[in-house]
């Protein structure tokens, strides 16, 4: 994401659908990168259906780089098992 200028950040948040039963996992971590700083989130799946993602910032950069990696094959003895699962996201919020 090119914010266009240096920008002071406190906040990046986003949400995960969680709906097992479609194959739909969140993912397990989601890593930021901006100009100066590395966020590695681990995601913490309490079997909500809505999954808050929040990485408090103290920062000024232009450039944020979001890696999400999808859940991939899921599980045995999981919905949906062996097959690959689908990531739904929300909208990213930059504060």
Request: proline share 4%; hydrophobic share 35%.
């Amino acid at each position: 994401i090119d914010l266009g200028e240096t920008t002071e950040l406190k906040r990046i948040s986003t949400r995960f659908f969680n709906s097992k039963g479609q194959w739909i996992y969140p993912p397990e971590k989601m890593l930021i990168k901006t100009d100066t700083e590395n966020i590695d989130l681990n995601i913490d799946d309490q079997g909500d259906r809505i999954i808050d993602v929040v990485a408090n910032l103290q920062s000024a950069t232009r450039y944020i780089e979001l890696t999400i990696p999808n859940y991939g094959i899921i599980k045995e003895g999981r919905q949906g098992q062996g097959n690959p699962a689908w990531t739904f996201i929300d909208e990213i919020k930059i504060e």
